[in-house]
Nanobody, 115 residues
Framework: QVQFVESGGGLVQPGGSLRLSCAAS????????MGWYRQAPGKQREFVAR???????AYADSVKGRFTISRDNAKNTAYLQMNVLKPDDTGVYYC?????????WGQGTQVTVSS
């Protein structure tokens, strides 16, 4: 079955950086556009970034210039490099394909930006 396993979250001070990883299994990874999404406390899950199999990217306005999405098709893994983190970036980060398949959500990884 399809599985996405997110990792790399943690507690970081404002202005800091984190790199998230998403290991995929059960799909032909290179054939799918991969996306990162996040859910802040009390809010709906929202789009963060996506990358096509060929490497074309798109970002939410709130993270443009700070976050970079990438992928390694040989490793079936997508990444999200997050720089200049802000408290508003706090939340649980998930990966999925884009557009999402609701039954494919993983457990996510918690990112907390706080001093």
């Amino acid at each position: 079955q399809v599985q996405f396993v997110e990792s790399g979250g943690g507690l970081v001070q404002p202005g800091g950086s984190l790199r998230l990883s998403c290991a995929a299994s059960g799909i032909i990874f290179s054939a799918y556009t991969m996306g990162w999404y996040r859910q802040a406390p009390g809010k709906q899950r929202e789009f963060v970034a996506r990358i096509t199999g060929g490497g074309n990217t798109a970002y939410a306005d709130s993270v443009k210039g700070r976050f970079t999405i990438s992928r390694d098709n040989a490793k079936n893994t997508a990444y999200l490099q997050m720089n200049v983190l802000k408290p508003d970036d706090t939340g649980v980060y998930y990966c999925n394909i884009a557009p999402v398949v609701s039954s494919w959500w993983g457990q996510g990884t918690q990112v907390t930006v706080s001093s």
